[in-house]
C-alpha cells in the first residue's frame, strides 16, 4: 500500500476531476489518499494546476519520495494514465459536491481556434470522450458537463444531447455552446 498526497493548486473552490480520478484509481488499487499535508510520509505526491496563470505551490515538500506535476498550468501536453483515465471520479475529496451532482466531458477538444484558449493544442479537434451515462453513475443525475465544444461533434454529439433529454438528466454546461452549430446557416445568394 502506498500513501498518497494531493495538491490542487488551483485551490479548492471548483473540483480538479483529474485529482479525483487519480484518487479513485489509486484507492481501487489499495492505497491511502490524502490531500497533502507537511506531517504526513507519501510516496507520492500529485500535484495539478490547470491554469496557467495560477501561481504555483510556493512551499517546499521534503516529505514524499516522488512529486508528480500534472496539468494545463505545468504542461500542455500532460495528461493522466490511460488506466486512471475512465475510472469515476473519488467524489469524497470535495465535500461540497452533492451525491446527486456528477462531473465530466463528453467530448475532448474543439474545432475553433480561439486566440486565448489552450485546448485545440492540447487536445486537438473535437471527438467523443466518454458515454453520459459513464459519468452519471450512482444516482448522480445534475451534472456539470465541461465540453468545449459538444454542438461541433456532429452525431456523437446529438445522440448525447439525446440521451441526456430521454434520461431527464439536469445539465449545466459550464464551457460553452456554439450558437453558430444550433442552426444550419443562411444559404448564399
Same mark, same amino acid.
Given at each position: 500500500?502506498?500513501?498518497?498526497?494531493?495538491? !490542487?493548486?488551483?485551490?479548492?473552490?471548483?473540483?480538479?476531476?483529474? +485529482?479525483?480520478?487519480?484518487?479513485?484509481?489509486?484507492?481501487?488499487?489499495?492505497?491511502?489518499? #490524502?490531500?497533502?499535508?507537511?506531517?504526513? !510520509?507519501?510516496?507520492?505526491?500529485?500535484?495539478?494546476?490547470?491554469?496557467?496563470? @495560477? +501561481?504555483?505551490?510556493?512551499?517546499?515538500?521534503?516529505?514524499?519520495? $516522488?512529486?508528480?506535476?500534472?496539468? =494545463?498550468?505545468?504542461?500542455?501536453? &500532460?495528461? +493522466?494514465?490511460?488506466?486512471? $483515465?475512465?475510472?469515476?471520479?473519488?467524489? &469524497?475529496?470535495?465535500?461540497?459536491?452533492?451525491?446527486? @451532482?456528477?462531473?465530466?466531458?463528453? =467530448?475532448?477538444?474543439?474545432?475553433?481556434?480561439?486566440?486565448?484558449?489552450?485546448?485545440?493544442?492540447? #487536445?486537438?479537434?473535437?471527438?467523443?470522450?466518454? !458515454?453520459? !451515462? #459513464?459519468?452519471?453513475?450512482?444516482?448522480? @443525475?445534475?451534472?456539470?458537463?465541461?465540453?468545449?465544444?459538444?454542438?461541433?461533434?456532429?452525431?456523437?454529439? +446529438?445522440?448525447?444531447?439525446?440521451?441526456?433529454? #430521454?434520461?431527464?438528466?439536469?445539465?449545466? /454546461?459550464?464551457?460553452?455552446?456554439?450558437?453558430?452549430?444550433? @442552426?444550419?446557416? /443562411?444559404? &448564399?445568394?
Amino acid at each position: 500500500m502506498k500513501h498518497i498526497g494531493l495538491i !490542487d493548486v488551483d485551490g479548492h473552490n471548483f473540483p480538479n476531476l483529474a +485529482l479525483m480520478k487519480l484518487s479513485s484509481w489509486h484507492k481501487a488499487h489499495g492505497d491511502d489518499v #490524502e490531500w497533502y499535508n507537511q506531517f504526513g !510520509d507519501y510516496d507520492v505526491v500529485y500535484m495539478s494546476k490547470v491554469f496557467t496563470h @495560477t +501561481l504555483d505551490y510556493s512551499y517546499s515538500i521534503p516529505n514524499a519520495k $516522488e512529486i508528480i506535476k500534472g496539468g =494545463t498550468g505545468y504542461d500542455l501536453h &500532460s495528461t +493522466l494514465p490511460k488506466d486512471a $483515465e475512465k475510472v469515476v471520479p473519488d467524489y &469524497s475529496l470535495y465535500p461540497f459536491i452533492d451525491c446527486k @451532482t456528477a462531473y465530466g466531458f463528453l =467530448t475532448r477538444g474543439c474545432i475553433r481556434k480561439c486566440p486565448w484558449c489552450v485546448v485545440p493544442k492540447k #487536445e486537438g479537434m473535437v471527438k467523443p470522450y466518454q !458515454d453520459v !451515462d #459513464e459519468i452519471a453513475v450512482n444516482g448522480r @443525475t445534475n451534472l456539470i458537463l465541461m465540453d468545449n465544444n459538444i454542438l461541433a461533434a456532429g452525431d456523437y454529439g +446529438l445522440s448525447q444531447l439525446d440521451k441526456i433529454i #430521454e434520461r431527464k438528466y439536469r445539465v449545466d /454546461f459550464n464551457q460553452a455552446m456554439d450558437a453558430r452549430l444550433v @442552426t444550419p446557416p /443562411f444559404p &448564399s445568394s
